[in-house]
């Protein structure tokens, strides 16, 4: 710990090139998920590192199977910009592809020793495979018997884990997401109302289905709890009233995401829509704003569309649509963000890059398409990065303008506002 103390504090002090090409701090979020790993589980701390590093340096990361290259005794396997970094026994390897060997193989050193630390927690299996594809439900209460009562109930067909307090239930939420939440309302240290609270307060969180238990007839906190979109079930209650219960909050959790989703996702394409752009967008804004990270943004359209319809049918201009947002979902990493907007009209978020390099990208896109395994079909961009004192409309109806300088250049080109 020592040793990684001082490394931090040198990285703090030091400032290194980001995707962007210009000097960023490199701090905030990898610093914090720094850390934060020791104290999670494996897998958890892995997850959190890999999410960090996309948002501080742009960097691609994906958890994998430990690689047969990957000695027994190796923590860490370099070659050239691409590492491999031992999770833990059995728990795979995190996979970074960095655009810069020096601070690649400073950033793996640090998170192998994030991770080292987290291997004195157990590994908890990956969520998708966890159970046999159960409903994974928290349970809080101060009460140990209490709480064991309540995983025997639902052990049948519930994959349950348990925490002692609303505190230790946030942070079991963030690392292993339940898919439900049973939370008695009193407790010492953080009480259920205030933790659910918190839940509803972040995005992440805020549609998590939560039944509160309490022993205490307590109209106000009742009524606080259906206000937080949360169930109230007053003790003792029966096991078939508990799990009756759970059910209707997860049904109507899952209905309401479905809805969600649908009215947030283009029919065509299978894309956000612009709805859903605009929520994106306020929370990219503050990121970048928050951290001093450069945001871009580039607009694209697909070339002769409406000729396209009126030759060949609009069958044709909807296979064009969706080749070009199929393209976009290959070359866009986690991080990015791509949505239709009406028409043949297209946005991409593109955070920690400049307008350059978003401009590259543009063209890398427009050649892909333009080539018959692409479809042979043209495509437009415009190019803006978030400017230090314009907001995020600013920035998109600047990409508006140099997509309409592209057109007018003789299409198939990416111009920079």
Not at 226 to 238: Q, R, T, V
Not at 320 to 340: G, I, K, M, N, P
Request: net charge neutral; glycine share 8%; proline share 5%.
């Amino acid at each position: 710990m020592v040793r990684v103390s001082m490394a931090l504090r040198r990285m703090t002090r030091k400032r290194v090139r980001t995707n962007a090409g210009d000097g960023q701090p490199f701090g905030s979020p990898f610093i914090e998920a720094l850390a934060e790993a020791p104290e999670l589980a494996p897998l958890a701390a892995a997850r959190l590192l890999a999410r960090a590093l996309e948002r501080t340096l742009g960097w691609r990361t994906r958890l994998v199977p430990s690689p047969a290259n990957l000695g027994t005794a190796e923590r860490i396997r370099q070659v050239e910009k691409v590492a491999l970094i031992r999770i833990a026994p059995g728990a795979g390897a995190l996979r970074i592809a960095g655009d810069d060997e020096r601070t690649l193989r400073l950033v793996t050193r640090l998170c192998a020793n994030a991770l080292a630390g987290a291997r004195s927690h157990p590994i908890e299996p990956p969520r998708e495979s966890a159970g046999r594809g159960r409903p994974l439900v928290l349970v809080v209460d101060d009460d140990e018997d209490a709480r064991e009562a309540i995983a025997l109930l639902l052990g049948t067909d519930h994959d349950v884990v348990l925490a002692a307090d609303g505190a230790v239930a946030l942070s079991v939420v963030r690392t292993s997401a339940p898919d439900a939440i049973l939370m008695d309302l009193m407790m010492p240290v953080m009480g259920g109302m205030e933790a659910l609270e918190r839940l509803r307060a972040d995005p992440d969180t805020a549609r998590l289905p939560v039944v509160l238990l309490s022993g205490a007839a307590d109209d106000a906190a009742r009524v606080r709890a259906l206000e937080l979109g949360a169930d109230f079930l007053a003790k003792p209650f029966s096991g078939p009233e508990l799990r009756a219960r759970l059910a209707r909050a997860m049904r109507q959790a899952s209905s309401d995401r479905a809805l969600r989703e649908e009215a947030l996702t283009d029919a065509l394409t299978a894309l956000p829509n612009r709805r859903a752009l605009d929520e994106r967008l306020a929370e990219e804004v503050r990121r970048a704003r928050r951290y001093r990270l450069p945001l871009a943004c580039a607009m694209c359209d697909v070339d002769g569309l409406k000729a396209l319809n009126d030759t060949c049918g609009h069958a044709a201009g909807d296979h064009a649509l969706r080749a070009l947002a199929d393209l976009l979902r290959e070359e866009l990493r986690e991080t990015d963000f791509a949505a239709r907007c009406g028409g043949d009209e297209f946005i991409l978020l593109l955070p920690h890059t400049s307008a350059d390099e978003a401009r590259r990208l543009s063209a890398r896109i427009s050649g892909r398409l333009r080539a018959p395994a692409g479809g042979g079909l043209g495509a437009s961009f415009g190019v803006a990065a978030l400017g230090p004192d314009g907001d995020g409309e600013a920035m998109i109806q600047a990409a508006d303008a140099a997509l309409y300088a592209a057109k007018r250049a003789g299409r198939a080109a990416a111009r920079v506002a």
